[in-house]
């Protein structure tokens, strides 16, 4: 399962900047995932109470914040959401689009105790 990695990988962060912070134990862990990741939110935080079990993460809420799609069009320089997978200017309907955002992957906070 591909989300057991990126559980995982999370983990591995997280840790590491608990660690740092002489943290006994996390209580929260907010990420930003981009909606091209197609993470399955439920799945992931399922797959993140496994891999935390027996860690200073045991429990702790994971929050998911997902980025929607952004494109860029190489035609007429515009910026816009990408819809539905419509790779499709919204100005001049030209398909030079450029993905701008929604690929990222990223932990943006820790809660630690
Ligand atoms: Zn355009």
């Given amino acids: 399962m591909h989300e057991m990695g990126i559980a995982q990988n999370i983990l591995d ?45 045991s429990g702790a809420y994971l929050n998911i914040e997902e980025v929607p799609v952004t494109g860029h069009c190489n035609a007429c320089n515009s910026d816009f959401p990408v819809e539905e997978y419509q790779y499709l200017c919204p100005k001049c309907a030209s398909t030079k689009i450029q993905v701008t955002g929604g690929t990222e992957l990223r932990l943006k906070d820790i809660e630690i105790e």
């Fill in 13 to 57: 962060i997280a840790l590491n900047a608990a660690n740092q912070e002489g943290a006994t134990k996390i209580t929260r862990i907010d990420l930003i995932a981009g909606e091209l990741r197609g993470l399955v939110p439920m799945q992931l935080s399922f797959c993140f109470s496994i891999v935390a079990k027996d860690t200073i993460a």
